[in-house]
């Protein structure tokens, strides 16, 4: 079975003693330095076991090319976004594989503006990895240095675009399971500041996850359980590097991550008129609550940055992707669990009303996510072959496939994407529709299509 090495605008991530070894940290480490010309660069990491290693190893190796690096320690991906930006760094490394299995790792690479290397910056470096680069003299090799204040600061981000005091009023009583991850602490933190009270679930940084990686419906029995038995008002569930967000309403259910950006979106606009912008596989509901609301709305290509940098084009008010990543410019332009969890309890302060009111107020669309394990990516020929066998529906090619059914047929007012994952050697299937008969009907139409190419 070859090693399986993801390179692309989500990082670069592997599985460590497989594809992810020192040999490439090495070779990331030197080209990194040569790529911000030596440099400020600040390094943090998510919480799993070979993050420490993984950090220290690119730190010593920035250092050893003349980088200043700054450590801010363990904290979420997006802490070190905003770092980036309150520090003036150059640029910055995230050591996290986010949603991946405990065995993966990976660099998440960070621009001077606190956003991830678009396509173009990825290619530049990229091209820079396989080739030499000179070694720095003992008297011009970089320093190290220790920053015990970004969790403060985010936190203080956070806190300026939501309604402290009302939030505070309410006492909202609530559960956080963090997956021991990356926002075990400072999402405690906030909370707290919040006038919360604080059940904390899996948050005890050991290295390793209780549970799925995903803040999917499945891997969040333990959360609804917790908040029933202890009558919270609110559930709220992170990934491992705590830019991804999943609530859980006060009765236990689940509302799938895909709501998280759907009620963030109706708050946001409940207050300001501005454009959204999400990516492909994000919910239909998304853009009914921009309907709503009378605003323009668009879709990206998937990946944060392909999202940021359309929102960055359009001045888009709000915007993100359906796996529960919340984009607001206000905090900053990058995927962030914890302005989610600001803006959500904002909003049920502000509305007076429980969560589960508030998720009954959505559009509501059932969803189907999977993937087919693949050793290669689909070829072009693939999806032309499926824009001519679905011509007269409302079909996109900008990344993969995406067919809205408008025709005739069973299958009208859904929709499916098709792509090939950024981060895992997987080829995603994305369906959605009014009910779960019509959802299962679509998903299993491509999955057998897909299916029947791997075959091939």
Known sequence: ????????????????????????????GNAFAAYVKRGKVVIGRD????????SLNMASNLVMNGCTVIDVGIVPTPTVQVMVEELGADAGIVVSASHNPIEWNAFKLINNT???????????????????????????????ERNVDAHDIHIKKVLDVVDVKTIRKNK??????????????????????????????????????????????????????????????????????????????????????????????????????GSVVVNLSTTRAVEDVAAKHGVSFSRSKVGEINVVEQMRKEDALIGGEGNGGVISPEVHLGRDSLAGIGYVLDMMASRKKSISSILKDMPRYVMKKGK??????????????????????????KDGIRIDFTTDGSFRGGWVHLRSSNTEPVFRIIAEGRDDRQVNAIYKHFERIVLSRVSA
Not at 48 to 54: Q, S, V
Not at 114 to 125: D, L, M, P, T
Not at 240 to 248: E, F, N, S, T
């Open 114 to 144: 606190g956003s991830f290397f678009n396509q173009r910056e990825v290619n530049k470096f990229f091209k820079m990895m396989g080739k030499d680069h000179p070694s720095t003299r003992w008297n011009k090799i970089g320093t190290l």
């Open 1 to 28: 079975m070859p090693l399986t090495l993801m390179k692309s605008v989500s990082g670069i991530r592997g599985i460590v003693g497989e594809s992810f070894t020192p040999e490439l940290i090495t070779e990331i």
């Open 172 to 273: 909202f009583k609530v559960v956080l399971d963090s997956v021991n991850g990356a926002g075990s602490i400072i999402t405690v933190k906030l909370l707290e500041k919040l006038g919360c009270t604080v059940i904390p679930l899996h948050c005890q940084l050991t290295g390793t996850f209780p549970r799925g990686a995903e803040p999917v419906v499945e891997n969040l029995n333990d959360l609804s359980i917790t908040v029933k038995k202890n009558d919270a008002d609110i559930g709220f569930a992170q990934d491992p590097d705590a830019d991804r967000l999943a609530i859980v309403d006060e009765n236990g259910r689940p509302a799938g991550e895909e709501y998280t950006l759907t009620v963030v979106t109706d708050h946001i606009l409940s207050n300001k008129a």
């Open 372 to 397: 087919v394990k693949v050793s290669d990516q689909y070829g072009d020929d693939f999806y032309l072959w499926l824009k001519k066998s679905f011509k007269g529906n409302k079909i996109s090619t």
């Open 47 to 54: 919480s799993r076991c070979t993050g420490e290693a993984i």
